[in-house]
């Protein structure tokens, strides 16, 4: 039971609200989701077979889909075989939803940061261990297309992150590359700004990347770890000093 205050006064309460009929709906598919009886990639029936099977309106049916799909369960394809799917599950789809309003916070793009350092220095050395030939390749084509990009006078951060991608596949960690990847994605923006913003700095961590992709081609991880570590140091005390001053500023 509630206490009340001091005073004999309760504390203000909100009235009960009757469940909305699609919020049922999303909880009755996310469960099918949990329990594995949905499984990702299988394509859900279509809203008038749904509706018809639950008894509700398509209204509602549409809503719930639409809820589902921005909370990053569902996904909707085009054309032929197209329809409404189950989304393969990652840490990317479930902060997804979250990532405008997280990066509204400058503190939390300070510690992405540092959590940006401690993931991708071990990507490095576990890279190094575990790369093929196919990896290398890949990772040479990632730093010619971010040369690329350069010499046409852009930023060069597609062929970036195609780097740091690569570099989380040849680890062979999947829960790390899913970490990587995600951190990659909410400090995008902060990346571009820096590189955009900084002359001379697209050519500088080119610079760092080929450095990064040779220990890695040798097999030396603790070359790599300790590469990849001074590379990211430098571009998060830069970014953190960015942040510093929009603070001053504002």
Known sequence: MMSSNSDGKMPNLEPVKKIRLYESIVKQIQSLISSGQLTPGQRLPPERDLADELGVSRTSIREALRSLEMMGYLESRVGVGGGTFIKEASFHNAISPFSKSLLQNQDFIVELLEVRLFLETEVARLAAIHRTPEHIEQL??????????????????????????????????????????????????????????????????????????????NGDAEEAQHLMRRHIVDISDKIKSNIAQRKTNG
Do not use: P, W, Y
């Open 140 to 217: 040479e084509a990632a730093i010619e297309q971010m040369s690329g990009e350069i010499e046409q006078g852009d930023t060069g951060l597609d062929g970036d992150n195609q780097f740091h991608h690569v570099l989380a596949d040849a680890a062979d960690n999947r829960v790390l590359k899913e970490f990587v990847r995600m951190c990659g994605d909410l400090l995008e923006v902060e990346r571009e700004e820096h590189l955009r913003n900084k002359q001379g700095e697209s050519v500088f961590a080119l610079g760092q990347h080929r450095e990064i992709l040779e220990a890695v081609t």
